[in-house]
T-cell receptor, first 112, second 111 residues
Framework: LAKTTQPISMDSYEGQEVNITCSHN???????ITWYQQFPSQGPRFIIQ???TKVTNEVASLFIPADRKSSTLSLPRVSLSDTAVYYC?????????????FGKGTKLSVIP | EPEVTQTPSHQVTQMGQEVILRCVPI?????FYWYRQILGQKVEFLVS????????KSEIFDDQFSVERPDGSNFTLKIRSTKLEDSAMYFC?????????FGPGTRLTVT
């Protein structure tokens, strides 16, 4: 499974757009890029998943360039409640069981 | 919105004792998982379960661990003889179409 690298921490002011970039140089053809969010003492929560180009939902956008060796999670207009750890994962999607391999994630601190 | 539930929220036990952590996955999901997170560390995969049997397990999931789906709704993780290093948050998850839905976790403290 492709290893992911992302910044350990980021700070942002409320109301700003936050972009967290993740590199996954060894991503395989059948792999998808998935992002999870985790608040202290809670389970991880799925944010968004994509394969290529751009995916947007009500929470975030995910940008994936053509070579798929990196991806950027974009959180529009963050609030204090977005303070959390954000994990970038590469997963083999489709049928069958698969485990999620979490790294250390990016700790986002939103400042008032 | 359907959610994964876990009980208890906090379990304190003495070293060497058996514990059973319980989970109720989302009802129409077919794949179930246990993960753990030692305080300040990464979330680690323990085991996945499908069609009433283990489909994958990690090196952490040794003979002291077992999983069971005793009825149509519950999914349990048993640790036979707890060690101090088993102290962690244990998360159950179940899988929908694409993503895994995690429960709120059980904090296990082994003294």
């Amino acid at each position: 499974l492709a290893k992911t690298t992302q910044p350990i921490s980021m700070d942002s002011y409320e109301g700003q757009e936050v972009n967290i970039t993740c590199s996954h140089n060894n991503i395989a053809t059948n792999d998808y890029i998935t992002w999870y969010q985790q608040f202290p003492s809670q389970g991880p929560r799925f944010i968004i998943q994509g394969y290529k180009t751009k995916v947007t939902n009500e929470v975030a956008s995910l940008f994936i360039p053509a070579d798929r060796k990196s991806s950027t999670l974009s959180l529009p207009r963050v609030s204090l409640s977005d303070t959390a750890v954000y994990y970038c994962l590469v997963v083999l999607s489709g049928a069958g069981s698969y485990q999620l391999t979490f790294g250390k994630g990016t700790k986002l601190s939103v400042i008032p | 919105e359907p959610e994964v539930t876990q009980t208890p929220s906090h379990q304190v036990t003495q070293m060497g004792q058996e514990v059973i952590l319980r989970c109720v996955p989302i009802s129409n999901h077919l794949y179930f998982y246990w993960y753990r997170q030692i305080l300040g560390q990464k979330v680690e995969f323990l085991v996945s379960f499908y069609n009433n049997e283990i489909s994958e397990k990690s090196e952490i999931f040794d003979d002291q661990f077992s999983v069971e789906r005793p009825d149509g709704s519950n999914f349990t993780l048993k640790i036979r003889s707890t060690k101090l290093e088993d102290s962690a948050m244990y998360f159950c998850a179940s899988r929908g179409m694409y993503e895994q839905y995690f429960g709120p976790g059980t904090r296990l403290t082994v003294t």
